[in-house]
């Protein structure tokens, strides 16, 4: 098993910054990707960004491309979101996600309880 914490949300007026912390404990050697995802009010949770575990490839949404920045320090089993130029549209709970290699595939099989992002005009 995996557990995820987030950490690092806040209040933020549009056009600041905020990072996110995932933190991750268990069997954290099994997992594969790391990403974050979210969720706003009345709609489906959506992708954010990924990260390998092992190689450090990163992919993110078109939404965030530019101002998001996906990052980790695997001592720490630990990931990143550093979040620039917000804008209202951002707010969400933010979740931390951990993807495990399976015979199903790569999946994110482990969230954590998520943090609340919440911009201002």
């Known amino acids: 098993q995996v557990q995820l914490v987030e950490s690092g949300g806040g209040l933020v007026q549009a056009g600041g910054s905020l990072r996110l912390s995932c933190a991750a404990s268990?069997?954290?050697?099994?997992?594969?990707?790391m990403g974050w995802f979210r969720q706003a009010p009345r709609k489906e949770r959506e992708f954010v960004a990924t990260?390998?575990?092992?190689?450090?490839?990163?992919y993110y949404a078109d939404s965030v491309k530019g101002r998001f920045t996906i990052s980790r320090e695997n001592a720490k089993n630990t990931v990143y979101l550093q979040i620039n130029s917000l804008k209202p549209e951002d707010t969400a709970v933010y979740y931390c996600?951990?993807?495990?290699?399976?015979?199903?595939?790569?999946?994110?099989?482990?969230w954590g309880q998520g943090t609340q992002v919440t911009v201002s005009s």
């Open positions: 990260i390998d575990t092992s190689g450090g490839r990163t």
């Open positions: 268990g069997r954290t050697f099994s997992v594969a990707r």
């Open positions: 996600a951990a993807a495990v290699i399976t015979t199903r595939g790569i999946t994110y099989d482990y």
